[in-house]
């Protein structure tokens, strides 16, 4: 499988315990399972800046209660490279789209922009698969890590594809500056502000996700599709209808 293990879960040198609710979304939602989270990253260099801070953001995650899988993207072909898309890693990383609930997506800021192989795992999640949603419904949450001075355009334009992709982004993000100055030798980040903002952004998505998931169905179920369905809404089983249905005996 194109995933990466996660090395020191129970680890984070730069998380200070004392300040972290155990499970962020209690009463929030039902735990009858663990909350699914996907992490995408956007470099195949052997230092990658955004696989470590998606590392840390899924040891974060772990923390919470949720199941992540980290997709390996260093086999992926470019979109319409191969016909019909049939490719091992085209494949896999639809099944975990498919199995999550929720998603990170991290990209360096490279030229002002995400980097075509961010841009490239997004192009193989199509809207619908043969009845299948890979992306709609989901929570999302946007980070980044640059070379140089802190700015927002790459969380910019992933927000804006999450929204073309249908999928609930959170208003919290990440923008990590300077992003080699902020892991050690180790590859571990150290304790910051910047880290600080990935715990924030984490919390923030595991709440999203257990609030939303059971209504991610309802959520996406739209007037046009059913039309080009040819799928009628059954008054009898409307509940909404039925809710502002008018009561006997009412004036």
């Known amino acids: 499988m194109r995933l990466r293990t996660l090395s020191d879960v129970r680890h984070m040198p730069a998380l200070d315990p004392a300040y972290l609710y155990r499970n962020p979304a209690e009463g929030l939602g039902p735990l009858d399972h663990k909350p699914r989270i996907l992490l995408l990253y956007g470099s195949l260099r052997e230092q990658s800046y955004s696989r470590l801070a998606v590392e840390e953001a899924a040891?974060?995650?772990?923390?919470?209660?949720?199941?992540?899988?980290?997709?390996?993207?260093?086999?992926?072909?470019?979109?319409?490279?191969?016909?019909?898309?049939?490719?091992?890693?085209?494949?896999?990383?639809?099944?975990?789209?498919?199995?999550?609930?929720?998603?990170?997506?991290?990209?360096?800021?490279?030229?002002?922009?995400?980097?075509?192989?961010?841009k490239a795992q997004i192009d193989h999640l199509p809207?619908?698969?043969?009845?299948?949603?890979?992306?709609?419904?989901?929570?999302?949450?946007?980070?980044q890590v640059s070379g140089g001075s802190q700015s927002f355009n790459a969380v910019n334009t992933l927000r804006l594809l999450g929204r073309w992709m249908r999928m609930n982004t959170i208003p919290n993000q990440s923008s990590v500056a300077k992003a080699w100055q902020e892991f050690d030798i180790h590859g571990r980040m150290k304790p910051s502000s910047y880290y600080d903002r990935i715990v924030d952004v984490m919390e923030?998505?595991?709440?999203?996700?257990?609030?939303?998931?059971?209504?991610?169905?309802?959520?996406?179920?739209?007037?046009?599709?059913?039309?080009?369905?040819?799928?009628?809404?059954?008054?009898?089983t409307d509940l909404s209808a039925i809710a502002i249905a008018p009561q006997k005996g009412a004036a």
């Not at 049939?86 to 789209?97: D, F």
């Not at 809207?127 to 980070?143: C, D, E, F, H, S």
């Open 204 to 236: 923030e998505l595991f709440r999203f996700t257990v609030l939303l998931r059971p209504h991610a169905q309802h959520l996406v179920d739209r007037y046009s599709e059913r039309k080009d369905a040819g799928k009628p809404i059954n008054p009898e």
């Open 59 to 118: 040891r974060i995650l772990e923390y919470f209660g949720a199941e992540t899988r980290i997709f390996d993207p260093s086999d992926l072909p470019l979109p319409d490279q191969v016909k019909g898309d049939n490719h091992p890693a085209v494949k896999e990383l639809r099944e975990h789209a498919i199995w999550s609930e929720g998603m990170v997506w991290c990209s360096p800021e490279r030229h002002g922009q995400i980097t075509g192989i961010m």
């Open 127 to 143: 809207l619908n698969m043969g009845g299948i949603r890979p992306t709609q419904g989901r929570t999302l949450a946007v980070m």
